[in-house]
């Protein structure tokens, strides 16, 4: 990539009623590097309606291969994620479905497209940029969603958070905004931020629970 980047995830099962959902959740997260440019993407299965770790898996493996991603236009990002819905319908016969991020970044600008109620928040010296703000909730993938698109620059520095409404849902966006800027490594703010939520909820997780952060340099 054209700059360097401090990066950090987290994968960790909710606890409902006192016990854990299942033994992975159904949240997921990934990354893919290749020379001059990543990629990024997140799924929250939709555990109501069954099969959400089924449609979060089949979102992931429907991304394909990491390649074709440095060709990819916001646009056309929403493309490959109505495709990527089309296949996560067809595997699991529309029984299960997922909240999507994509994001590619060649370290000065980057682009994508989501649907769902996960979030990716870029944060820059003079505020806040809301990449998924415009993004449909429902239907999720799997189940005929509409992927929106988005772009923007990068500067050294600034920081993008993706995550699942386990941190959105359970946490004041203005705390989590302190802490994004405020902590010095990408491991120390997903780890503040997973006891943000846990310091609000008895120290439990109350829902699936999935956050990645990036600082790019």
């Not at 990066?7 to 606890?15: D, M, Q, R, Y």
């Not at 016990?19 to 290749?34: F, Q, S």
């Not at 682009?111 to 940029?129: E, I, N, P, T």
């Not at 705390?175 to 931020?193: D, F, M, T, Y």
Request: charged share 25%.
């Amino acid at each position: 990539m054209k700059q360097a980047f401090d990066c950090s995830a987290l994968v960790k099962p909710g606890t409902f009623r006192g016990k854990t959902a299942n033994e992975k959740g159904d949240d997921r997260v990934g990354y893919k590097a290749m020379d001059g440019f990543g990629a990024f993407y997140l799924a929250d299965g939709a555990t109501g309606i069954g099969l959400g770790a089924e449609a979060a898996d089949a979102f992931i493996a429907a991304l394909g291969d990491a390649e074709q991603y440095q060709y990819l236009t916001a646009e056309s990002c929403c493309d490959l994620l109505r495709l990527v819905d089309e296949e996560v319908s067809v595997k699991l016969k529309c029984n299960g479905d997922t909240t999507g991020i994509l994001i590619v970044t060649n370290g000065e600008d980057l682009w994508g497209a989501s649907a769902g109620d996960s979030r990716g928040m870029l944060y820059k010296a003079d505020g806040v940029v809301e990449l998924t703000g415009w993004q449909v909730r429902k239907p999720r993938f799997g189940n005929g969603a509409t992927p929106v698109g988005f772009k923007g620059k990068v500067k050294p520095g600034e920081r993008l958070l993706l995550a699942s409404d386990g941190l959105w849902d359970f946490a004041q966006s203005g705390v989590i905004g302190e802490i994004v800027r405020g902590a010095g490594s990408a491991e120390e703010i997903v780890h503040r931020l997973e006891q943000l939520v846990r310091s609000q909820n008895e120290d439990r997780l109350p829902d699936d629970l999935s956050i990645m952060m990036f600082i790019f340099g």
